[in-house]
């Protein structure tokens, strides 16, 4: 799993969303409540899709605005499939191919401290660690 975990909060602009995702390389990130809860995740294909639902235009100004105007609560999956930490790695891998998600976030109670990707998993077989 990776962290520390880059989150969001739901009353953020999808512009920060995608400033976090390109300069971080990632593709998804958790949304946190006020209360520091996971209550929804943010990928890559939410940003474009909601991009491309509001953008009439095709161009950068385009989006930069639909993004601007956008919060992450409008957009973002609401419905978290999460994991705790001594899950087998097989286990976690085996409900994100059931589930056609990318990532779980893992959580020690109902606090997070990291998020398992396919990225994560693919490193891990490609270092020879798992």
Request: charge should be neutral; hydrophobic fraction near 45%; include cysteine.
């Amino acid at each position: 799993m990776s962290r520390p975990v880059k989150t969001l909060g739901l009353n953020e602009t999808l512009s920060v969303a995608d400033s976090i995702m390109r300069s971080e390389r990632i593709r998804h990130l958790p949304v946190l409540d006020e209360g520091g809860r996971v209550v929804g995740v943010l990928s890559q294909r939410d940003l474009f899709f909601s991009a491309l639902v509001r953008a009439l235009g095709f161009g950068t100004s385009s989006r930069d605005r639909a993004f601007n105007a956008i919060l992450v609560k409008e957009v973002m999956t609401p419905d978290v499939v999460t994991t705790v930490a001594d899950t087998l790695v097989k286990t976690a891998a085996q409900v994100m191919v059931d589930r056609k998600i990318g990532c779980l976030p893992v959580l020690d109670g109902e606090v997070l401290i990291g998020m398992l990707s396919e990225s994560d998993i693919v490193l891990a077989v490609a270092k020879g660690t798992l």
